[in-house]
């Protein structure tokens, strides 16, 4: 292992915690050497759980054994193979949640097939044992079971065995929403089972986990507006569960609905007005539930809303007459697990006219290589890097982050904003100023030969203007004060995880100062 490496491997784990180094290496140790099956023998379920589906997921099953996920569609031929790898984990993930018994299309009979043949096939389950899956699962499975009345002793039997295996392996190793999920599942399966001994450990873990992951603001600490709405979602799921079923536990000491109303603050700040969000950091298109749906559905368990300003989150939103702006002004994080974060650091999103203009491209892959590694990028953000694209942050590795920039906040104002970060070897500043439906953005990278990145949304077809020093796009005119090159280039924009399309995006070339401006006249 080379110098450079070790470096790199030494910046990633210097922030990790005891705890995830403690327990990687435990239930390394314990599951190589003193493996177990989870087989204690369940007493017979008296009561119905009772459930509603107020939210549907999008159809993910067919018939004939046909699943599409992540936009890819596969046929087995034959019987379902949970351990299908042929599109990467994060498929066979998906095909291991079972979220597909959630659509509105599929019939009890044919929900109850696929369980059991998940069953039947367990015992050479792979990806579908790791406590991530096993949460999710269990969630669709209870939720499923309990809406349809369905009681079967082998289905129950097989789901806590499950349970067993999750709680005591559970995700400390990662923490984050891996623990979070964790803990949402055992909530479910304390309530589905009677079991005293899941409630415990599910207050403990919400109790703990609730208190680190939500910011003061709402913001879920990963930072990924898309994980927020499915983090969101399972808590008004704990919520309706809990409310459909007040006799069987006490959830007085968990404050569930407070930190609800707090998420839906911060994800009303951070929808834009035609309903959709920013795609930063680890975020993409077709995944989450809509933030309108979550609101409706809030709503309809009393979570009265309210707006906090944003604050540690490290996001602030502005709006102007016809301009939306979201800007990234916050520390990568978490600290200790970083896996969703991007070097996007003083990056931002602008709509106009309730349509998107200046995008955050999104992502398309979790899968290691050259795309997810340009997608997690400075240079694939609309912010600035110096003129060899070197990264703000350094990531790697698919979901890991060395060095970090640290971000120093000089102005935070109602229709002003002004930052710098040390990511790079010089210090660079960005400031933000919206008024009279303008936007100024000016830019400064000491001593240093930069770039500016903007990412046009799809669509939108820029006109260059050489020498004013101008680009323009229908009602919108962007001019680039003392700038030393405008180029629009083509770039392959993510439409949803494995789906592109062809966008534009413009390069600015500067020495040390740039002055942005968006005149906009409707």
Known sequence: MNLTKIKLLFHTVKYLRWEQVYYRMYYGVRNRFFAKNYTKKLKKRDTNL???????????????????????????????????????KLWTYNLNYFDFLHQKELNVI????????????????????????TSLRGINWIKFLSYHKVKDEKIDQHLYNQYQLLIHNLEYHLLANHLLENA????????????????????????????EQIHRDGGH???????????????????????????????SSIELKAYAALMCSWLAQM????????????????????????????????????????????YRVFEHDDLELCVDVGQVGPSYQPGHAHADTLSFVLYIANKPFLIDPGISTYEIGEQRSLERATKFHNTVTPIDETNSSQVWAGFRVAKRAKIHMMFDEEKYLMAEHNGFSNVYQRSFSCRNNNLVITDYLAKSKAKAHFYLAPGIEPMVI????????????????DNEGIEVVPYTCPNGYNQYQTANKIVVLFNE??????????
């Open 221 to 251: 600490f990963e930072l990924s507006p898309m994980y927020h709405q499915i983090l969101l979602h399972r808590l008004l799921d704990c919520i309706q569960l809990s409310e459909l079923n007040p006799t069987r536990f006490d959830t």
């Open 513 to 522: 100062n740039l002055i942005t401006t968006f005149e906009v006249n409707l």
């Open 466 to 481: 050489v020498n004013k020093g101008e680009v323009r796009c229908d009602a919108v005119t962007i001019r680039f004060s």
């Open 184 to 211: 949402f599942s055992l909530f479910f399966a304390a309530y589905y089972f009677e079991d005293a001994h899941f409630f415990k450990k599910a207050k403990t873990l919400l109790n703990r986990e609730l208190k």
């Open 50 to 88: 009772r459930w509603e589906s107020p939210i549907h997921y999008k159809t993910s099953y067919r018939n004939h054994h046909t699943f599409s996920f992540l936009n890819i569609e596969h046929t087995f031929e034959n019987d379902i193979d949970w351990n299908y790898a042929n599109y990467g």
């Open 110 to 133: 044919d929900g109850i097939s696929l369980i059991y043949n998940f069953i039947n096939a367990y015992d050479i389950s792979k990806d579908g044992r790791e406590p991530y899956p």
């Open 271 to 314: 929808t834009f007005n035609n309903g959709e969000i920013p795609l930063f950091n680890d975020s993409a298109k077709g995944i989450a539930v809509s933030s309108n749906d979550l609101f409706r559905y809030a709503k309809q368990l009393g979570i009265k809303s309210f707006l906090k300003p944003l604050s540690d989150s490290g």
